[in-house]
C-alpha cells in the first residue's frame, strides 16, 4: 500500500470516528432533546421505535 493511500486511509477512519463521538448516546436526555427537536419526518423506524422506548415510556 503506498503512502498516499495509507494517509488517506487513516485520515477517512480519524474523520469517522471524530463525528461518531460528538452524537448522544441514544437514550439519554441530550438524545431525547435531540430528538424532540428533530422534524420527526426525518426520523428513522430505528430512531421512533427508540425514542418510544427510551424518551416516551422510561
Same mark, same amino acid.
Given at each position: 500500500? @503506498?503512502?498516499?493511500?495509507?494517509? !488517506?486511509?487513516?485520515?477517512?477512519?480519524?474523520?469517522?470516528? @471524530?463525528?461518531?463521538? /460528538? !452524537?448522544?448516546?441514544? $437514550?439519554?436526555?441530550? *438524545? /431525547?432533546?435531540?430528538?424532540?427537536?428533530?422534524?420527526? $419526518? =426525518? *426520523?428513522?423506524?430505528?430512531?421512533?421505535? =427508540?425514542?418510544?422506548?427510551? /424518551?416516551?415510556?422510561?
Amino acid at each position: 500500500m @503506498s503512502l498516499s493511500k495509507l494517509f !488517506a486511509v487513516s485520515s477517512a477512519l480519524l474523520l469517522t470516528l @471524530s463525528l461518531t463521538a /460528538c !452524537a448522544p448516546e441514544v $437514550g439519554s436526555d441530550a *438524545w /431525547c432533546k435531540q430528538m424532540k427537536e428533530k422534524e420527526s $419526518g =426525518d *426520523w428513522t423506524a430505528n430512531e421512533a421505535a =427508540d425514542y418510544a422506548k427510551h /424518551c416516551v415510556f422510561k
